[in-house]
């Protein structure tokens, strides 16, 4: 599962959506596998105005990278090609391969097995 | 300036929503100013032969685009245009290397027949060297032999004389050979529901597949959507309620990866894979806002796979179970339980979906069975805000299938869905009960079940 899907899911009970506690899911035993991807800057560019910066700051800081600028690049900094590869490294290029994403409303953990989240829910909390 | 497309015969009404996309896409103007199921040709405007190239360039069900240099319904008008039109243009075209061929729809023409039918443009003195292979331009003459098309299904007596004639310059080939390449019978990884490679191709081009963007397929099964709107330049994302159909059997499957990824290895596309996972529809795990900017999908219709979503059969929650000393949904290898679900509940799900997910003008490109004894008025499922682009028909011998294309309003916008399906779903419990397209798939051979009553 690479960063930028966990930047865009939450946890799957529709009670924790609303609530800001429910994202970002945080991980627990995380391991993880660099993979490498064609860079694309367009996407990039394309994609950051979605990200939740403050979710994939923390996120970052829980895996244990390097912290991201305070505030999202946007306007000319999206043209720092820089810019644009730590975001493709970090967003596309990190799997996470095995371990668990945890909500911190309800405390419901999805396995991640082999690079594959799993948020199916048990029918308690369907 | 007017061009002349000449699309394949097959998959007819997708073929104007898809050129109509493609022009989209490209941001460039098209007006159709002739078109016709039953012929191959078709007469468009475009502002010049760049956005001729950008939009057939990426077409499915195109071959190819002309620009076009005079129209007749017998030679001598043929010629007239020809010369009113291109008389200024021919010194530049002298020198050249050049070709000239001619195409037949539903007549034909001996080699002799044709020869002289090129020699009869002589006038516009082309000197050039004649190049089979890549020459410098290539001319084409298309003879139309069908031009009342009641007429011709009824079986008119053949026309020894084409009824339409057509003279152009060719521009550019259409995308259409990357079918052969994306043939189901030689990719890797497939099952019985995979959608055929020209139609998902053709529904990548619908949603407007294109590099730097996002499309997400929520029924992914073996990836042929994604595989297509790969091919495009997206970025993808999938998910399945049964992670099995993406993950494949272990004999299916490569250094333990997913054997969908092997569909992608194959065409050299494993860049544009963005994730998989396993959820469902109903519950999806995706943030409540506009994440993506396309959204391409066939739901299973419940005839071949099982239409269900999280929950239990009864309604009634169960309280998590224990089993030695741990909770049993924590447990590897635990399966949650699914309930059939409705068929147009689903429908109704994906649009609210795709309302909530999509950019602005981002689309929803959906796939839906009917069976051919439902009402000629076919009610599209609709959405405030999703403005439906097209629907375009694939009919088969006693059920066809539709590709619903939407797109999603800007803020502000609503559309009109008075016209729109306004039906609940039926109640039960049973897949037959939820499912009228499942229902009558499965009777439409045998008696329905109040027949045998009154036979009785």
């Known amino acids: 599962m690479k960063i930028i899907t966990v930047n865009f899911v939450t946890c799957a009970v529709k009670e924790c959506k609303t609530s800001p506690s429910s994202f970002p899911l945080h991980f627990h035993d995380a391991e993880l596998e660099l993979q490498e991807v064609d860079f694309q800057p367009e996407f990039i560019r394309n994609v950051i105005p979605r990200i939740d910066w403050e979710g994939l700051r923390a996120t970052a800081n829980e895996l244990g990278f390097p912290s991201l600028p305070e505030s999202k690049p946007e306007g000319e900094a999206l043209n ?9 490294r970090l967003l596309l290029e990190t799997q996470v391969m095995d371990g668990k994403l945890v909500c911190g409303n309800c405390g419901h953990e999805y396995v991640i097995k082999e690079g594959i989240a799993n948020f199916l829910l048990p029918s308690h909390l369907v | 300036m007017e061009y002349l497309i ?7 009404t997708f073929r104007q929503p898809e050129i109509q996309a493609l022009a989209t896409l490209a941001g460039v103007d098209l007006e159709i100013v ?21 939009i057939i360039t990426r077409s499915i069900l195109a071959k190819d685009i002309s620009e076009l240099w005079g129209q007749g319904t017998n030679y001598e008008g043929l010629h007239a245009q020809v010369h009113q039109r291109t008389q200024h243009r021919w010194t530049y075209y002298r020198e050249k290397s050049f070709a000239f061929a001619v195409d037949t729809f539903a007549g034909k023409r001996s080699q002799s027949k044709k020869s002289e039918i090129i020699k009869s443009f002589a006038y516009m003195g082309l000197e050039g060297p004649i190049r089979l292979r890549n020459p410098d331009e290539q001319f084409y003459v298309m003879e139309e032999y069908v031009s009342d098309p009641e007429a011709s299904i009824l079986g008119t007596p053949k026309v ?15 995308n259409r050979d990357i079918i052969v390449k994306h043939d189901l019978k030689k990719r890797r990884y497939i099952s019985t529901t995979s959608m055929d490679a ?37 970025l993808t994302l999938g998910s399945d309620i049964d992670p099995r159909s993406f993950r494949g059997k272990d004999s299916e499957r490569e250094k333990g990866e997913v054997a969908l990824m092997r569909n992608f290895k194959q065409y050299d596309l494993e860049s544009k894979m963005m994730d998989l996972f396993s959820s469902d529809l109903t519950n999806t795990p995706l943030r409540n806002c506009q994440l993506l900017d396309g959204i391409t999908c066939d739901p299973p219709y419940g005839v071949r796979e099982g239409l269900r979503v999280l929950g239990t059969r009864d309604g009634v929650l169960k309280e998590p179970r224990i089993i030695d000393g741990v909770l049993a949904h924590t447990r590897p290898g635990y399966v949650p339980p699914k309930k059939p679900y409705g068929f147009e509940a689903l429908q ?9 997910n999509l950019v602005p003008n981002g689309r929803l490109a959906m796939w839906m069975p009917t069976s051919n004894d439902e009402a000629i008025e076919f009610p599209v499922p ?75």
Request: proline content about 5%; glycine content about 6%.
């Open chain 2, 198 to 234: 020209e139609l998902s191709l053709v529904t990548a081009n619908m949603a407007l597949a294109a590099p730097g963007k996002v499309f997400y397929d929520p029924f992914v099964g073996t990836g042929s959507f994604l595989v297509a709107a790969a091919h495009f330049g997206a």
């Open chain 1, 80 to 88: 720092n090609e820089q810019t644009l590869k730590d975001l493709h």
């Open chain 2, 382 to 456: 609709m959405h405030p805000n999703l403005e439906v682009i097209s629907v375009s028909v694939q009919y088969f011998q006693a059920w066809s299938r539709r590709l619903m294309t939407y797109r999603r309003l800007p803020e502000g916008e609503l559309s009109d869905t008075t016209q729109g399906r306004d039906k609940t779903d039926a109640r039960g419990i049973c897949a037959d009960e939820l499912n009228s397209f499942r229902r009558k798939y499965f009777t439409r051979n045998g008696p329905k079940p109040e027949n045998v009553e009154l036979a009785q």
């Open chain 2, 34 to 54: 002739s078109y016709d199921d039953y012929s191959p040709y078709c007469i468009v405007k475009l502002q010049d032969e760049a956005a001729a190239r950008a």
């Open chain 2, 160 to 174: 020894s004389d084409p009824r339409k004639i057509f003279m152009g310059r060719l521009i550019a080939n259409s």
């Open chain 2, 6 to 12: 000449r699309f394949a015969q097959v998959h007819e």
């Open chain 2, 348 to 356: 109704k799900d994906v649009l609210e979906f795709a309302a909530r």
